[in-house]
Nanobody, 115 residues
């Protein structure tokens, strides 16, 4: 069993930054892909970024150059550094991973970008 707990969301002005954290309940060393998704009201959940065990990353076109995903296997943590935030980044952000037995989601953390 695996639990994922997100933190770090909040209210930020356009152009500001936030760092989201995802704490896993067990070692993520053997987990290949860890990802961040987001869901805005009335919209489908979408992939924001993901990182594999080797450190290779993928980003949604809408966040490329602004967001950075990273992982610390020793601490069982995944991070999402979000810079130059825009109002359209407002959403609930979810940590995610897929294992052979199941797909795991955190409870989400709300990010609101507004002046």
């Amino acid at each position: 069993q695996l639990q994922l707990v997100e933190s770090g969301g909040g209210l930020v002005q356009p152009g500001g930054s936030l760092r989201l954290s995802c704490a896993a309940s067990r070692s993520i060393f053997d987990i290949n892909y860890m990802g961040w998704y987001r869901q805005a009201p009335g919209k489908e959940r979408e992939l924001v970024a993901r990182i594999n065990r080797a450190g290779s990353t993928n980003y949604a076109d809408s966040v490329k150059g602004r967001f950075t995903i990273s992982r610390d296997n020793a601490k069982n943590m995944v991070y999402l550094q979000m810079n130059s935030l825009k109002p359209e980044d407002t959403a609930s952000y979810y940590c995610n991973t897929h294992l052979p037995t199941s797909t795991y989601w955190g409870q989400g953390t709300q990010v609101t970008v507004s002046s």
